[in-house]
Structure formats: structure tokens, C-alpha cells
């Protein structure tokens, strides 16, 4: 699997050590420590449900503290997403900090859609930014994980979609990747260990 320069190559957003590693082990802990609740979607009828032959993750209930440290950190690289997607954006929707255990994924998707009659919650985003907390690695190491691939599919070096088969990203502790919401994309199946991320929709 390609690491995360074969991605930038793509025209997508990279940033290795977005967070220390100091930071991604304090934000696990808390993750670990907070309540849960299943991750929903939102589906072809305008609902908003839990679907785990669609998406089996949980969403970490997080401190306020915590939630606004991040959203600060992450809105600092508007300026540089807006240059490098060249485009204008006006915000950040609310971070979802999610927790991936074994035999937990989520099928290929695109993070917005065209319809117009879908929720403006998701029409509006126009990128989508994943942070992962911990990264893939071997059993002996207890903060890694196994399986779990970030997969982007139908991307080529130009930007348009193809039929070309999916690429997966090699998951780094701290490393930040953005792409535009209308790219599809998947998170394969975990088989091991606990995966970490937090993510978000700049609009």
C-alpha cells in the first residue's frame, strides 16, 4: 500500500505529523475513557440512521475542552485548503472523533452529494479532512492496528474519477490527509487492534 506522498501526488492535502505524538496518545486516552454511540449515516431518504452493514464505527463523546482545541487547530489550515483545493470555504462542521474496533468498517461512500434533495448538513461540504490518531503496525505494538485501510476509489492524477481500482493509504500516527468530499472512499475491515481518527467537513 502507498504511503501518504503517493496521495499528495493525487492533488490531495497531506500533513505528517499534523499532531505529535504526545498529543494523538492523549487524545486516544480520552477517547478510550469517553461514552460511545453507534456512527450514523445519511442515507438516500434524507434520514439520518445507524446502518452497520453500511457503517460499524462508534463516535466518541468528547470533552468540550477537547472539541474546541482540535476544531482550532484544524480551522488554522483553512487558508492552505482553500489554496491548495482553490477554492473558497466559509467553515468547519462538528468534529467526529471515531473509534474502529475489530470487525468494525465502513463501505465505500462520498462524504456530500448533488441531490438536491438531500440535507444541507451534507450538500454543503466540500472537503473532507481525516486525522489519524494511531497507525497500522505490527501486533506487538498495542497502540497500532491492523486492517482498517483509509481506500479512495476512482482517483486518478488528474482528478476525475475513473473505474481505475481502489488505493489504500498506509495509516500513520498524526498524519492528516484531505480530498475533496465527492471523491469515494471506504474503511476496510479492522482485524486487529483499535483504529483512532477524528474527522470533518470544511464547507
Not at 497531506?14 to 445519511?42: K, N, W, Y
Not at 466518541?60 to 489554496?83: G, K, W
Request: charged share 20%.
Amino acid at each position: 500500500m502507498p504511503r501518504a506522498g503517493f496521495f499528495a501526488q493525487l492533488g490531495m492535502f497531506v500533513v505528517p505529523g499534523f499532531f505529535d505524538t504526545e498529543s494523538c496518545a492523549r487524545l486516544r486516552r480520552e477517547m478510550r475513557c469517553s461514552q460511545t454511540i453507534p456512527a450514523p449515516i445519511h442515507d438516500k431518504q434524507n434520514q439520518v440512521r445507524v446502518d452497520e452493514d453500511q457503517r460499524k464505527t462508534e463516535k466518541a463523546l468528547m470533552s468540550q475542552e477537547t472539541q474546541t482545541q482540535v476544531l482550532s487547530r484544524l480551522m488554522s489550515l483553512r487558508p492552505s485548503l482553500e489554496s491548495h483545493f482553490r477554492i473558497g470555504l466559509a467553515g468547519c462542521q462538528p468534529l467526529s472523533f471515531l473509534v474502529y474496533k475489530e470487525g468494525y468498517s465502513f463501505g465505500r461512500h462520498t462524504d456530500t452529494s448533488h441531490d438536491p434533495g438531500a440535507l444541507a448538513l451534507v450538500r454543503e461540504r466540500r472537503v473532507s479532512v481525516s486525522v489519524f490518531l494511531n497507525g497500522e503496525g505490527e501486533a506487538a505494538d498495542p497502540d497500532s492496528y491492523g486492517g482498517g485501510a483509509l481506500t479512495f476509489h476512482g482517483v486518478s492524477r488528474d482528478q476525475s474519477h475513473t473505474d481505475s481500482p481502489g488505493l489504500s493509504l498506509i495509516g500513520e500516527e498524526g498524519l492528516l490527509i484531505a480530498f475533496r468530499s465527492d471523491w469515494p472512499h471506504a474503511v476496510g475491515t479492522i482485524n486487529r487492534g483499535v483504529r483512532f481518527s477524528i474527522v470533518t467537513w470544511f464547507t
